[in-house]
């Protein structure tokens, strides 16, 4: 008898729960699949003083209820930001207008 998929979890010791979980992980991982030059990943400071704008600003536009949040990394509670992906907003921004 061939088992079904909620056998091979519970034979994993893994639930289905935390199987889906790791998919969509594994799916927001793969998306990016171009590496970032480290030298181009910059703070929240950086960025504003790039930006020209208060680092309030910054964060207020990284947050996910943002409409058309700015784009950044969170490692634990610090955010880092990669110039490309920064610049590429900050275009899509100026068509937008």
């Not at 929240?44 to 949040?69: F, G, H």
């Given at each position: 008898?061939?088992?079904?998929?909620?056998d091979?979890?519970?034979?994993?010791?893994?639930?289905?729960?935390?199987c889906a979980?790791?998919?969509?992980?594994?799916?927001?991982?793969?998306?990016?699949?171009?590496?970032?030059?480290?030298?181009?990943?910059?703070?929240?400071?950086?960025?504003?003083?790039?930006?020209?704008?208060?680092?309030r600003?910054?964060?207020?536009?990284?947050?996910?209820?943002?409409?058309n949040?700015?784009?950044?990394?969170?490692?634990?509670?610090?955010?880092?930001?990669?110039?490309a992906?920064?610049?590429a907003?900050?275009?899509?921004?100026?068509?937008?207008?």
């Amino acid at each position: 008898m061939k088992p079904n998929h909620i056998d091979e979890y519970v034979s994993s010791g893994t639930s289905p729960t935390a199987c889906a979980e790791v998919s969509k992980k594994s799916e927001v991982v793969a998306f990016h699949q171009t590496p970032i030059d480290p030298s181009q990943i910059l703070t929240l400071k950086e960025v504003a003083e790039r930006l020209k704008v208060s680092e309030r600003w910054v964060y207020k536009k990284t947050r996910r209820r943002s409409q058309n949040p700015l784009p950044c990394i969170r490692i634990g509670r610090y955010l880092r930001f990669d110039w490309a992906s920064v610049s590429a907003w900050l275009r899509q921004q100026e068509r937008a207008a």
